[in-house]
């Protein structure tokens, strides 16, 4: 009886021990995780048995979701994306404000100036622009010149790195003092090649070949036309590269145009109207041109500035027949304009060009006053297919399983050192900003110099470097994930300013005055006649001088970086006898420049008057200057002419001793060639041997 017992409670002992075991185990934790199928066209659904493993640094976590969900998303598909897109609904500084778009002769770029970015691969480029002006009193007096063009032009970048375009242009010229009035000029081609390449960032490099076909006068073949050819170089940066907040593209072209339109007329001399109706240029030119642009929301303004000076053009003369500088005369002109981006894939233009050049001269079409452009542009891609949408309909299927998860990681960290570019020390409190991330900025430590940036998405950061008294900086880090990419910072210190102390003396006397700085920074200061200080940064500097009752005048400073410069000023009063006045287009002189004799050698009686005339050059603000050297008839031609070139080479170089910009100044001689009394006598000679000044530019 007790071995039954004892048995039966042996058997009810071990039937119970696993329901022991299980009550003692500890509760698992559990959450409910969503899978999600790959994205695709039809409806989907994905479930999963197995749980993922848990993140050791982050502890589990429990949700709840219903089960049977469904979703659905629109997107682009990739490679489909609109070429053009409208710019109206942008950011101010999103980089899709701006559009590569043809320009007046195909290449992509502003109206005239080419861009070394040639925009996306691919991409056909349509425009069509049409300029109209009408003037009194051009290109001659009592003539009105009406003028109308219209040209459509076509690029394609069939290559990354490659374009082709083709511009057809027409023309109708009017002009009452023509004959006929009315001429056209139908046909002109322009074919041309385009290349370029981002060499660093925000910086591309290229160049491109024009080839010009030019129809004669009544023409209908090859064989009346005209050809030109003009390789040209190209350079475009987008300063938003270097500096985000500033949306600036700037161009720069610089080439040559080797023309041969001055051949289609041979029967007569062309007048200025017919060379202007059927734009016909006897030299070839050295073409310059620089060109900003702004891509905004809605629309890119821009402004161009070029030129093409005449290669070879020696005594041109104006219809008047009076000779005429080449500068003065040459195509030149200053575009302001806008191109409206709003809409996809088309741009509307408006501009004016305002013309620079000063004279008309023979050989040269003249330049308009102002012509007004109006045109548009549309992009396209024939190989494209439209814009294609991607619907994803997603299922989501939920399961209760045991897992722990932690959400992943995709981030990374920017860390380094800030130092003196000069002393190589570490800087601190240099504040250092993650462009764009929205992130607060970090300082570089105390003693160090480093620093250490929040976590930031995976791929390119662009960080900004600022304090005071050094330049900022910005420099791009590579982000990886889960890795802390490592940069070394060097700020250049900035330059401080010099005490300058300024004297104006008169012998031993001190007086006062105004003087005027042109340089790195220009200043005015007021001198006391004790001497006044100012302070300025290093540089070049051209001090010019205006004191009550002297003559004015300007000296060279050499301003350093570190010390102090001293700038004294001898003045000299203003003689009660004024041996100089400024008329019209000359600076006149009531008393001859005398020389030694037969040589170029200034005596000293002379240099009061030419200190005169640096005095009026000063005061009038002439820019540009040619001193002419005369002689009388005695001796051989040959040494005439040059010894008249050598003495107006020698008050060229006492007037640049004295201050006088030698940029501003030329010299030229005409020995006998030119005199102004008859030589039979000695005053009649003594007349003849002159000294000239002729303004040439104000």
Do not use: C
């Not at 375009?165 to 046909?187: C, D, E, I």
């Not at 990419?485 to 006397?509: E, F, R």
């Amino acid at each position: 009886m007790n071995r039954s017992r004892i048995a039966l409670l042996v058997a009810l002992v071990a039937a119970s021990l696993p329901l022991s075991g299980l009550a003692q185990a500890p509760e698992a934790k559990t959450e409910w995780s969503t899978f999600t199928a790959a994205p695709a066209i039809r409806e989907t659904s994905a479930v999963s048995d197995e749980a993922p493993a848990a993140s050791p640094a982050t502890a589990p976590a429990t949700q709840s979701a219903p089960a049977g969900r469904s979703s659905l998303k629109e997107s682009v598909l990739p490679g489909s994306e609109p070429h053009s897109p409208g710019t109206w609904d942008k950011r101010l500084l999103a980089p899709e404000n701006h559009r590569a778009m043809s320009g007046l002769n195909g290449a992509t770029g502003l109206l005239r100036v080419s861009s070394a970015d040639l925009g996306p691969r691919g991409v056909v480029r349509l425009s069509l622009v049409g300029e109209y002006y009408s003037t009194e009193d051009f290109p001659v007096l009592g003539a009105r010149n009406t003028r109308t063009s219209g040209t459509l032009a076509v690029d394609y970048a069939f290559l990354d790195f490659l374009e082709a375009f083709l511009s057809y242009s027409v023309s109708a010229n009017t002009n009452n003092k023509s004959s006929p009035p009315l001429m056209q000029s139908q046909g002109d081609v322009v074919l041309g090649l385009k290349g370029g390449y981002e060499v660093v960032r925000g910086l591309s490099l290229g160049g491109d070949l024009r080839l010009g076909l030019f129809p004669g006068v009544g023409a209908q073949d090859l064989r009346g036309y005209a050809f030109g050819f003009s390789p040209r170089l190209l350079a475009s940066y987008d300063v938003r590269s270097l500096a985000p907040s500033v949306p600036l593209l700037a161009h720069l072209n610089f080439g040559v145009a080797l023309d041969g339109t001055g051949d289609l007329v041979t029967a007569h001399e062309p007048t200025p109207a017919e060379e202007l109706a059927l734009g016909l240029h006897r030299h070839d030119r050295l073409l310059f041109a620089l060109g900003l642009e702004t891509p905004l929301p809605y629309a890119t303004p821009f402004v161009e500035w070029g030129f093409g000076h005449p290669l070879g053009a020696k005594d041109l003369l104006g219809p008047d027949l009076q000779p005429v500088s080449a500068a003065s005369s040459m195509p030149h002109q200053l575009t302001i304009g806008a191109k409206v981006t709003a809409v996809r894939d088309l741009a509307l233009l408006a501009a004016v060009d305002i013309g620079l050049a000063r004279y008309v001269a023979k050989g040269i079409p003249a330049t308009s006053p102002y012509n007004l452009v109006f045109g548009l542009s549309y992009n396209f891609d024939p190989a494209a297919r439209g814009e294609a949408r991607l619907v994803e309909k997603t299922t989501v299927v939920e399961k209760r399983v045991e897992i722990a998860t932690a959400p992943p990681s995709y981030t990374g960290k920017v860390a380094g050192m800030v130092v003196d570019a000069k002393t190589g020390k570490p800087l601190p409190g240099v504040i250092v900003e993650m462009a764009g991330s929205g992130l607060p900025p970090v300082a570089s430590a105390a003693q160090s110099g480093k620093f250490l940036s929040f976590d930031l998405p995976a791929g390119k950061a662009q960080l900004t470097f600022a304090r005071d008294g050094y330049k900022p900086a910005v420099l791009e880090a590579q982000v990886e994930v889960g890795k802390v990419a490592a940069l070394q910072v060097a700020l250049l210190p900035l330059a401080k300013d010099t005490k300058v102390k300024v004297a104006l003396v008169s012998g031993k006397k001190k007086v006062a005055g105004k003087v005027a700085f042109a340089g790195p920074r220009p200043a005015e200061l007021q001198v006391v006649a004790a001497g006044s200080e100012i302070e300025l940064p290093k540089g070049r500097y051209l001090a010019t001088v205006d004191a009550e009752g002297f003559l004015s005048k300007i000296k060279e400073l050499e301003v350093p970086e570190d010390g102090v410069a001293i700038l004294e000023i001898d003045l000299s009063p203003i003689p009660k006898r004024r041996l100089v006045v400024v008329k019209d287009d000359r600076i006149q002189i009531k008393q001859q420049v005398h020389f030694a004799v037969g040589k170029a050698a200034i005596l000293g009686d002379s240099h009061q008057l030419l200190d005169q005339v640096v005095d009026a050059i000063v005061r009038s603000n002439a820019k540009k200057i040619r001193i002419e050297g005369h002689t009388d008839n005695r001796g051989g031609k040959a040494r005439n002419l040059k010894l008249s070139k050598e003495r107006a080479e020698s008050v060229v170089e006492y007037l640049v001793k004295n201050g006088i910009e030698a940029s501003r100044l030329s010299a030229e001689g005409h020995g006998d060639a030119r005199p102004i009394a008859p030589n039979l006598t000695a005053r009649g000679r003594e007349l003849n041997r002159r000294v000239e000044f002729v303004i040439v530019e104000r």
